[in-house]
């Protein structure tokens, strides 16, 4: 059963740049997709980015589009997410997944993830 850790998170102001990092042990990373959620209070949990197998698959929600990058090292058993620009909206608690396969054939969901991380809380103020 693999684990997964994040870290990274923090408390930033309106502008600012995070970047998260997961990692995983107890099991086959690099054969599998990986996708990082969030969930802000009240909200349903959503999918912020996720990343093939090999790491050129790669996919982003749109209000995070030209702000977040997603990357992978296969070698640490690491998923990254790079935020920039970061605003207020962007607070959540932030989850790494790991997928059921090494890639997608549509625009993941929750469904697509087999093991879940605990989460990291990013809070962004204005």
């Known amino acids: 059963q693999v684990q997964l850790v994040e870290s990274g998170g923090g408390w930033v102001q309106a502008g600012d740049s995070l970047r998260l990092s997961c990692a995983a042990s107890g099991g086959a990373f690099s054969r599998y997709a990986m996708g990082w959620f969030r969930q802000a209070p009240g909200k349903e949990r959503e999918l912020v980015a996720a990343i093939y197998r090999t790491g050129f698959g790669l996919y982003y929600a749109d209000p995070v589009k030209g702000r977040f990058t997603i990357s992978r090292d296969n070698n640490k058993n690491t998923v990254y997410l790079q935020m920039m620009s970061l605003n207020p909206e962007d607070s959540a608690v932030y989850y790494c997944?790991?997928?059921?396969?090494?890639?997608?054939?549509?625009?993941?969901?929750?469904?697509?993830?087999?093991?879940w991380g605990q989460g990291t809380q990013v809070t962004v103020s204005s």
């Open positions: 997944a790991l997928g059921r396969r090494d890639y997608f054939t549509a625009p993941p969901t929750a469904s697509d993830f087999g093991s």
